[in-house]
């Protein structure tokens, strides 16, 4: 089985083939080609979605043609064409959903809608990467129950899965999504857009939580989040009379890092015990922040937890279409292809 995936649901280009193998149990991904339009958007401070739109068109054909240059024939070796529908800018959406379409009409192939949240998710089920110069054996798969975790700039969200077919979403965030917090703070700072990367980078010189920002629904007993009163809470620092130096901004940096992650632990692992999650996952963008990495491998060991975490590789962390693909073959698995709702919304009801 090899599926050729699509992903155009912002500011990332996305096209890649994955193999099922090990008797339809594992992945491997044969190809994972990105074009991205971030720089273009950093010179604005943020994306404009006219602006994707047009650019997922230009950058299309070309993505999806690098992908396929594994096979000899990818007409004949595709067994099937995964699409992001939704969430995500729908100018950029529309690029990529009507490209797939047209390759599976023309190759009358089956057409695999994915939801772009799964497809986050799914991305810590890709067991074989290959890279040009080595390849990554990830012989371990996630057990059920899995408790995940998707933080990337369009979402915050804590999802359960006892199987591949039971995926129940427990809460997310009622503002802001984590990215979007350290974005819209980052431009307070005057950091480059996206500020995610840098506010890391920033937040590694400091050790003290100086300005200790608060942490919203931390203690709440739902699965819910907010991140938008940090925004208030740097602005008010960036505010006052003091000159906003290197030392204060990467200050801010520590703390505001700290403030988010408190938050995302506490929720998480408060869903893990609840569930009895075997297993942790996380994913998006925000994933591939090591800090953040290394505060949910302690947490895991603080509390002796019999739960493994996964963690996808950095690149597969941000958008790209491996992980379409690969949550189109796994949600499909037991309903033997049978064409799922192409509406997102009804994944999580
Ligand atoms: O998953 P993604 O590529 O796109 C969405 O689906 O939103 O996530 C992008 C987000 C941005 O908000 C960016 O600031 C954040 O992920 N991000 C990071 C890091 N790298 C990207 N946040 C914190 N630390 C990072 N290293
Ligand atoms: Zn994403």
């Not at 809470?233 to 505010?239: G, Y």
């Not at 990495?293 to 597969?316: A, G, Y």
Request: net charge negative.
């Amino acid at each position: 089985m090899i599926i050729l995936g699509i992903e155009t649901s912002c500011d990332e280009t996305a096209a890649a083939v994955i193999k099922v193998i090990d008797g339809n149990k594992k992945v491997e991904l044969l190809s994972n080609v990105i074009a991205s339009s971030l720089s273009l958007h950093a010179q604005t401070g943020g994306i404009i979605p006219e602006v994707a739109a047009r650019e997922q068109v230009k950058f299309i054909i070309p993505v999806i043609e690098e992908a396929m240059k594994v096979f000899r024939n990818p007409q004949e070796e595709i067994d099937a064409i995964a699409v992001t529908v939704g969430p995500g800018l729908i100018g950029s959406l529309l690029v990529g959903v009507e490209t797939a379409r047209t390759f599976a009409y023309v190759w009358h192939k089956p057409l695999i809608p994915v939801n772009h949240l799964f497809g986050h998710i799914y991305a810590n089920f890709i067991s074989e990467i290959h890279n040009s110069k080595f390849i990554i054996h990830n012989s371990a798969m996630p057990e059920f129950p899995v408790v995940a975790l998707v933080v990337s700039g369009g979402h915050t969200d804590l999802v359960l899965m006892k199987n591949h077919r039971d995926i129940k979403w427990l809460g997310g965030t009622r503002d802001d999504a984590a990215g979007e917090a350290f974005d819209k703070t980052g431009r307070l700072l005057s950091l480059a857009y996206p500020a995610g990367p840098q506010i890391e980078q920033l937040a590694k010189t400091v050790e003290k939580d100086i300005y200790h920002f608060p942490r919203p629904l931390i203690d709440s007993d739902d699965y819910d989040f907010s991140f938008s009163g940090l925004k208030t809470a740097v602005l008010r620092e960036t505010q006052k009379d003091e000159p906003l130096n290197s030392e204060r901004i990467s200050n801010i940096c520590f703390s505001l890092q700290e403030a988010v992650f408190d938050i995302l632990l506490k929720k998480t692992f408060q869903a893990a015990n609840q569930f009895n999650a075997k297993s942790i996952l996380l994913g998006g963008g925000v994933a591939s922040n090591q800090t953040l990495r290394k505060k949910f491998e302690s947490e895991v060991r603080s509390q002796k937890l019999e739960v493994n975490l996964f963690v996808p590789d950095k690149k597969l962390c941000t958008d790209n279409a491996a992980m379409i693909a690969a949550a189109a073959f796994f949600n499909n698995e037991a309903t033997a292809w049978k064409k799922v709702s192409a509406n997102p919304e009804l994944y999580f009801d």
